[in-house]
């Protein structure tokens, strides 16, 4: 199953250093039923889209709880097994865990397909985003048109091979 994991370039450089995504459990993103069920389509590519935009926005979170990291969204694309991922019943039901799994352990960094981050450029609007996102959430408008602003921004694809370019 290919999952999505939100990180920020702190915690990215952390698992370069390890070699591996963790300890478990992690929080990622996936193509679940119920993100089937609310994106309402059957091509596989469009619901992996989904999931990775999903997590850009838990990326987005763990930025705004981090003020000391670079203002620089990133997922980690991981293929794991299955049986070592779970969705949780309970949150089925909450729109903002549409998609979200738990990875029971900690993931080799080598099991990684790509790393999805956002370009420079973006920095100034993820940044204004993550300091939004408490009044997003407590309904301000203004402020959900602010976050909705980095998510103009589309991630950009590197290989784990450029993880030390892209921490430099």
């Not at 981050?117 to 940044?127: F, L, P």
Request: proline fraction near 6%; hydrophobic fraction near 50%; glycine fraction near 8%.
């Amino acid at each position: 199953m290919r999952v999505y994991v939100p990180l920020t370039l702190p915690g990215l450089a952390q698992a370069h250093k390890a070699g591996e995504l963790g300890p478990g459990p992690l929080t990622a993103y996936a193509v679940t039923p119920a993100l089937r069920e609310w994106y309402v389509s059957d091509d596989i590519e469009e619901l992996e889209y989904a999931a990775l935009n999903r997590a850009a926005s838990a990326s987005l979170r763990l930025l705004a709880g981090d003020p000391a990291a670079a203002r620089r969204r990133v997922v980690v694309a991981v293929d794991v097994a299955d049986k070592d991922t779970a969705v949780d019943p309970d949150r089925g039901l909450d729109a903002g865990s549409l998609g979200e799994i738990r990875v029971a352990g900690p993931v080799p960094l080598a099991k990684a397909a790509a790393v999805h981050a956002d370009a420079d450029d973006a920095e100034a609007d993820v940044a204004a985003a993550a300091a939004a996102l408490g009044a997003a959430d407590q309904g301000d408008d203004d402020a959900q048109f602010t976050v909705d602003g980095a998510e103009d921004h589309e991630l950009l694809w590197f290989g784990v091979q450029e993880i030390p370019g892209l921490l430099a």
